[in-house]
């Protein structure tokens, strides 16, 4: 790569980092007032050639990592670092400074996105793979993006070791699992065609399985 080569590079790369200013405000204002719209609207967005996708927001999955980030930002500000990366016991030796923690975290809460799209392929009785698998999981990115912030805030909140802060906090997350789960029943219905009923059952068993997956990955790291 020559000179000239790398400038055009570094320029792309300026602009979009930039352009995260504009896009990321406009992405998550949509996804908090038009939740179930904005996963539509990702569900259309795969239908377009790579470089049309999401011109006028940010990917899925990119808002998703942004949302981590300032999650773990506000964290230590607020608290400082997480009790994790001082441990070394069991798979925590692995997790050193705050980018492996974010890591972890990016991970944690694709979770959701991943057992939720698992979920609808297979109640539309279609073979799970890649293709198949990859509309649901983007359109998941969204909402679970909101989900992080609100569950990354409560923990900040409980970290502060105030009894009121404590409540805050534990009220802010049945919140955000409430919120959550009612966009998820929504969506079930909504795609499947189905009863209120069987789209709850599917919601809460993939949010169940996810919530699990979490649990049992997070205590690999305690």
Not at 9 to 18: G, I, R, T
Not at 137 to 156: D, E, K, R, W
Not at 159 to 183: E, M, P, R, V
Not at 196 to 215: K, P, T
Request: a negative charge; aromatic letters at 12%; one cysteine or more.
């Amino acid at each position: 790569m020559n000179f000239f080569n790398l400038l055009q590079s570094l320029d792309e790369l300026l602009y979009e980092v930039m352009s995260w200013l504009v896009f990321y405000p406009i992405t998550l204002w949509r996804t908090l007032v038009h939740p179930l719209q904005m996963m539509d609207y990702s569900d259309s967005e795969q239908g377009d050639a790579a470089e049309q996708q999401y011109t006028d927001t940010l990917s899925p999955p990119l808002f998703l990592l942004l949302s981590l980030i300032l999650v773990h930002a506000a964290e230590i500000a607020l608290v400082g670092n997480d009790a994790v990366i001082n441990s070394k016991v069991g798979l925590a030796a692995f997790v050193s400074n705050n980018t492996d923690l974010i890591i972890l975290r990016i991970v944690s809460f694709s979770l959701f996105p991943v057992m939720l799209a698992t979920r609808m392929v297979r109640a539309q009785k279609l073979q799970v793979n890649r293709d198949t698998l990859r509309a649901p999981f983007y359109s998941q990115c969204y909402v679970a993006a909101v989900l992080a912030m609100l569950l990354g805030a409560a923990v900040i909140l409980i970290k502060l070791g105030h009894d009121w802060s404590a409540l805050a906090g534990l009220a802010l997350t049945l919140f955000g699992l409430s919120w959550f789960g009612f966009l998820q029943t929504a969506w079930f219905n909504q795609h499947l065609e189905c009863g209120r009923l069987r789209a709850f059952g599917h919601a809460s068993r993939a949010m169940v399985e996810s919530l699990v997956a979490m649990l049992i990955l997070s205590s690999l790291f305690r």
